[in-house]
């Protein structure tokens, strides 16, 4: 199959089932399944993640069912379809075929494991020391985007909100955990101006925790359930209040589980459609619930230590946190309309077809969300995306054409659920064909000049 033939070349991709996946026709993994390889959802699996990439667990191939080459095996046979872009960053993938991001779709049901990801000199430590643990010597930053209302824990918050959250009326069984003498500690020593002595405040507290007893943190949130069921006297709504609950829901999944005390730790954060999320190095986060978008680099480094049944690295995970303090913000993107770039408030956006583009820090990934109206002009793909690296694109809903070139002319019909490479140097002219919005998801080699 020649890069040349159509430039537009469709996908065969894996999904993955995990413990934490929505069940059946809820996860929108599976809907997007059903819709792109014809499978039937089974109504009692769990359908966690489906994988768009060179990913060795998971790889796509390039064909259709039946008759398929895969993705990598294609690529390093046509290193000219990585880009220049790619090619310079990424001298490895000529050879191998594999691009360094993994394009995701993840369904959550229940929450994944607090963890973090290693930058690259860390990454190379683990795998030396614990390559059964660590599979490669690479980072792993990654980016989530909502698909829905979604939640997640992310970074450590603000001071203020812990020495609210640790003062002795308000968390008795967390004092039970860690000791009164560490939550007195803690309240000292963060009540200090210096930002240093806040971190370590907090690292100290969050280790004291983290390597608590197992029986003493099982029966803490056994007490603290107790006392709930007896009602809260917290206003609703409160800070208090909020975190209990969650703290609450995450012990019916995780009974007993150390984890669910370091929501005290984290910022809890509420996303809605096309919020997103970048998780840089070494800082703490799970997802909790939602379908959403991810991209990452191609690496299966994390170093985890709770709410799972897998490995903990506790010491690992403490020692490798920034500890910054905080609350996260959200990826801001660029809007393109036709070829313009515009104001993301601007309200001549809103009537015609747009590209959200998602830029985080590295190099290894950025993602792009096209919403195509019916009865528009066909929109050119930015050409940060195609003229400079391999392009993966999911068509979440709606029925359209792509082509090549600026024309408009012929190219490929496209609905729901298909997945496609398109290699570099291609310019795209995307269209809706229904009466509904033509929704697409991209993801590239991060190349939007000055984006870093």
């Not at 991001?101 to 430590?125: E, G, R, T, Y």
């Not at 005290?264 to 190095?281: H, K």
């Not at 001549?348 to 096209?370: C, G, I, N, T």
């Not at 490479?421 to 998801?441: F, M």
Request: proline residues 6%; contains cysteine.
């Amino acid at each position: 199959m020649e890069a040349s033939q159509g430039g537009v070349l469709p996908l065969v991709c894996s999904a993955q089932k995990y413990a934490w996946g929505k069940q059946g026709s809820a996860s929108a993994v599976a809907q997007l399944l059903q819709k792109q390889q014809g499978q039937s959802i089974n109504e009692t699996d769990r359908y966690a993640e489906l994988w768009m990439g060179t990913h060795p667990s998971g790889p796509s191939s390039v064909g259709q069912k039946g008759n398929e080459t895969p993705l990598h095996e294609f690529l390093s046979h046509h290193p000219d379809a990585l880009g220049d872009k790619l090619r310079n960053l990424f001298g490895d993938a000529q050879e191998t075929g594999r691009l360094p991001f993994l394009f995701k779709v993840l369904s959550i049901d229940k929450a994944l494991s607090i963890q973090a990801h290693p930058d690259k000199k860390l990454a190379a430590q683990l795998h030396k020391e614990k390559p059964q643990h660590y599979a490669d010597a690479n980072h792993k930053p990654e980016m989530m985007i909502a698909l829905e209302p979604c939640e997640a824990l992310c970074a450590f918050r603000p001071i203020s909100e812990m020495r609210e959250l640790f003062a002795k009326e308000t968390s008795p069984e967390f004092g039970q955990c860690v000791g009164e003498s560490s939550l007195s500690k803690f309240m000292e020593q963060s009540g200090s101006a210096e930002v240093d002595d806040q971190k370590q405040a907090v690292k100290g507290l969050f280790a004291q925790l983290m390597t608590a007893d197992p029986s003493a943190i099982a029966a803490a949130l056994a007490a603290m359930s107790d006392r709930m069921q007896q009602g809260s006297k917290h206003p609703q709504g409160s800070l208090v209040e909020r975190t209990e609950q969650l703290i609450a829901r995450l012990n019916t999944q995780f009974p007993g589980d150390v984890g669910c005390f370091a929501v005290y730790f984290l910022n809890y954060i509420s996303l809605q459609r096309g919020e997103a999320l970048f998780l840089g190095p070494n800082e703490p986060h799970a997802y909790i619930s939602g379908n959403m978008m991810e991209c990452m680099a191609a690496s299966d480094n994390t170093v985890r230590a709770g709410l799972t049944p897998k490995f903990k690295d506790v010491d690992a995970l403490i020692s490798m946190l920034t500890y910054a303090l905080g609350r996260p913000a959200f990826v801001k993107t660029s809007v393109y309309v036709g070829s313009d770039s515009v104001a993301s408030t601007s309200t001549s956006a809103e009537s015609r077809s747009k590209l959200l583009v998602y830029s985080p820090p590295v190099d290894d990934f950025m993602v792009a969300h096209l919403t195509a109206l019916p009865g528009q002009p066909a929109f050119t793909l930015h050409d940060a995306f195609c003229a400079h690296s391999t392009t993966i694109f999911l068509v979440e809903q709606g029925q359209g054409r792509v082509a090549v070139g600026g024309g408009g002319s012929g190219g490929v019909e496209v609905q729901t659920g298909g997945v496609y490479v398109v290699p570099a140097g291609q310019t795209l002219s995307i269209e809706a064909t229904s009466d509904s919005p033509l929704e697409i998801w991209f993801a590239a080699c991060n190349c939007v000049p000055g984006s870093r």
